[in-house]
């Protein structure tokens, strides 16, 4: 089946995602988790380790800046689900303005970042990567602020690992995920309204959440 980022879009409207076997796989397959991991937008837990890398401010964080890049990054690994027209179709809802990148910078080299699509006040996370320690940490926090701020109700990551859930991510049922995604179609925010915090503001706010 060929994606379009119509097609694309009403998949997430309705609770499913395209994967591919491998990179070399023609073929996507619609998933549907019985379980799903989100982010609770307020639910972000920062280590001490992790807020004090983001308190040295070593790095430099952009929005939309590089999204083929980003996309092209999660899906430089031994084992991804990322093949040629998954990468494709992203890159068309990202000039339509319904796929966005957050980035992480050491100087002009990129290290870290996370990819996402956007409907209603909705935020389907897709993949993230890191080249550096915690730089994949970084851009969730950074990202989760960003979706607090803007007025997004629903964070998805598909899939709850050890990883997400370290950082605060919690696993729901099908039916329950399927509620929240309704409720947040029936809203609107804006994923490049916010300005991005300085690592002072960005600490700050996440405590006052977590």
């Known amino acids: 089946m060929r994606l379009t980022p119509e097609l694309l879009l009403h998949a997430y409207s309705i609770g499913v995602f395209p994967m591919a076997e491998h990179r070399e796989d023609d073929e996507v397959f619609w998933v549907d988790p019985k379980r799903r991991g989100i982010f609770p937008i307020d639910g ?12 040295q401010g070593a790095y430099e964080i952009s929005v939309n800046r590089a999204f083929g890049d980003v996309v092209a990054a999660c899906a430089d690994r031994e084992e991804t689900w990322i093949n040629d027209e998954i990468y494709a179709r992203y890159q068309d809802l990202h000039a339509l303005g319904h796929a966005h990148s957050l980035e992480v910078w050491d100087q002009d080299r990129l290290v870290g970042g996370v990819y996402g699509v956007s409907l209603g006040a909705g935020f389907f996370g897709e993949s ?17 602020d960003r979706l607090r701020q ?26 329950a995920y399927k509620a929240r995604l309704q409720q947040a179609l029936e809203k609107e925010a804006d994923f490049t309204a916010p300005q991005l915090p300085s690592p002072a503001l960005l600490l700050q706010r996440m405590a006052q959440t977590s």
């Open 128 to 144: 993230m990567f890191s080249r550096q320690r915690d730089t994949s940490k970084i851009a969730l926090a950074y990202l989760i």
């Open 44 to 55: 972000f837990h920062i280590s001490r380790s992790l807020a004090k890398t983001i308190r």
């Open 150 to 175: 803007a007025g997004f109700q629903l964070c998805d990551t598909q899939f709850l690992t050890p990883h997400l859930a370290s950082l605060g991510a919690i696993e729901i049922s099908r039916a």
